[in-house]
């Protein structure tokens, strides 16, 4: 167990288990983007450690960027989708890789894929390290998913509770 501000969760991922899981994916885009020139979107401040872990099992050429969008607030979500900042890549006619930590209700990232679409690009692919199926309200294509969760409050593995916890190498749980 640990202490993360004033709440307490418990162990829910280990460091091996999440790191097989992405040498998995890694090899999977690796695979399936041979020869198409990639462009890995890090969707922040979420995505860092994952993006940072995926990129080291991707064999093939890759353009990395990262771009922020938030619609959360503390444990819940406030629903409100804020613009997109810091996107500097030409993505024309790219192959887009959406890299983000959860897929909770869908609704971030229906926002920026809709975005990203404006941006002409030759496709766009979606790799989630973890979404819960239970919370999804949007219908959006999930390519990668790395694992699925059930529908309660997590940290860790660049997963914030109040802007703590990012650091932390595991996935915890809340406790309820
Ligand atoms: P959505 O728009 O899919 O509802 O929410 C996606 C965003 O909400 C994620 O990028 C993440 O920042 C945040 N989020 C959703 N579920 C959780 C969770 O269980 N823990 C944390 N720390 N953030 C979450």
Same mark, same amino acid.
């Given at each position: 167990?640990?202490?993360?501000?004033?709440? @307490?969760?418990?162990?829910?991922?280990?460091?091996?288990?999440?790191? /097989?899981?992405? @040498?998995?994916?890694?090899?999977?885009?690796? &695979?399936?983007?041979?020869?198409?020139?990639?462009? !890995?979107?890090?969707?922040?401040?979420?995505?860092? !450690?994952?993006?940072?872990?995926?990129?080291?099992?991707?064999?093939?050429? @890759?353009?990395?960027?990262?771009?922020?969008?938030?619609?959360?607030? $503390?444990?819940?979500? @406030?629903?409100?989708?804020?613009?997109?900042? $810091?996107?500097?890549?030409?993505?024309?006619?790219?192959?887009?890789?959406?890299?983000?930590?959860?897929?909770?209700? $869908?609704?971030? !990232?229906?926002?920026?894929?809709?975005?990203?679409?404006?941006?002409?690009? +030759?496709?766009?692919?979606?790799?989630?390290?973890?979404?819960?199926?239970? +919370?999804? /309200?949007?219908?959006?294509?999930?390519?990668? #998913?790395?694992?699925?969760?059930?529908?309660?409050? #997590?940290?860790? =593995?660049?997963?914030?509770?109040?802007?703590? $916890? &990012?650091?932390?190498?595991?996935? =915890?749980?809340?406790?309820?």
């Amino acid at each position: 167990m640990i202490q993360v501000k004033d709440k @307490t969760f418990i162990l829910f991922l280990d460091e091996k288990t999440i790191q /097989k899981r992405i @040498t998995e994916i890694g090899n999977q885009i690796s &695979r399936d983007f041979e020869n198409r020139d990639p462009v !890995m979107i890090g969707v922040l401040n979420g995505s860092f !450690m994952f993006l940072s872990d995926l990129s080291k099992n991707i064999t093939i050429p @890759t353009e990395i960027t990262f771009l922020k969008i938030s619609s959360y607030e $503390g444990e819940k979500s @406030t629903g409100i989708v804020k613009n997109l900042i $810091g996107l500097d890549s030409e993505l024309k006619g790219r192959n887009i890789i959406i890299v983000e930590d959860i897929v909770d209700t $869908g609704l971030s !990232m229906l926002h920026l894929i809709d975005q990203l679409k404006k941006t002409n690009p +030759a496709s766009i692919s979606l790799a989630t390290l973890l979404h819960k199926p239970e +919370a999804l /309200k949007h219908n959006i294509q999930l390519d990668y #998913v790395g694992f699925e969760i059930p529908n309660k409050f #997590v940290v860790g =593995y660049g997963l914030d509770y109040d802007g703590y $916890g &990012r650091n932390i190498p595991e996935i =915890y749980q809340l406790k309820l």
